[in-house]
């Protein structure tokens, strides 16, 4: 499953939309969010953390590699502890939490960028990149968590 959304994400759909190439989902963020809402954080973490290495490995970024693994280690670190007391998790929860996860991870690579030197937290990346990512997150979200759902109801679930 992380290998089908790591491609898509990060040879698919940049190709599939050249010049909306700022304004892609983060497929492998979603799918990490759901797992840190459906599983317990043992099994979250660990596969939250692959997730963005093997991001970290298929694409080409300014950043260096196991950057975006830290980046979804915290994001899931922090899904996990705020959804740790609901035992169910309903679609309508999953699509709020991962709009604040998507903005909190958007925000967090930002700053990553500028500790590196890059000038990237400006006004104008977050108003034209990160807010409207993640509300496209969010949105998209509601598809991904239900079969992430239905998957995960044959694997290690939260209890």
Same mark, same amino acid.
């Given at each position: 499953?992380?290998? %089908?959304? %790591? ?7 940049p190709g =599939? ?19 840190? =809402? =459906? ?12 997730? +963005? ?12 590699? +196991? ?12 899904v996990t ?47 034209? %990149? ?30």
């Open positions: 499953m992380i290998f %089908v959304f %790591v491609l898509v994400q990060a040879h698919f759909l =599939l939309l050249p010049a909306q190439n700022d304004l892609l989902p983060d497929l492998s963020l979603l799918l990490a969010i759901s797992w840190g =809402l =459906l599983l317990e954080w043992t099994w979250a973490l660990p596969l939250a953390f692959f997730t +963005g290495l093997a991001l970290d490995i298929s694409s080409a970024s300014l950043l260096p590699i +196991g950057m975006q693994a830290l980046l979804f280690s915290i994001v899931i670190l922090f502890l705020v959804s740790q007391d609901f035992i169910h998790s309903s679609a309508l929860r999953a699509v709020t939490v991962s709009l604040f996860a998507a903005l909190g991870y958007r925000i967090m690579l930002l700053l990553a960028g500028q500790l590196l030197g890059y000038n990237t937290f400006q006004v104008q990346n977050f108003t034209q %990149v990160v807010l409207p990512v993640s509300f496209i997150d969010a949105a998209i979200m509601l598809g991904i968590f239900v079969i992430v759902r239905r998957l995960s109801k044959y694997g290690a679930s939260r209890e």
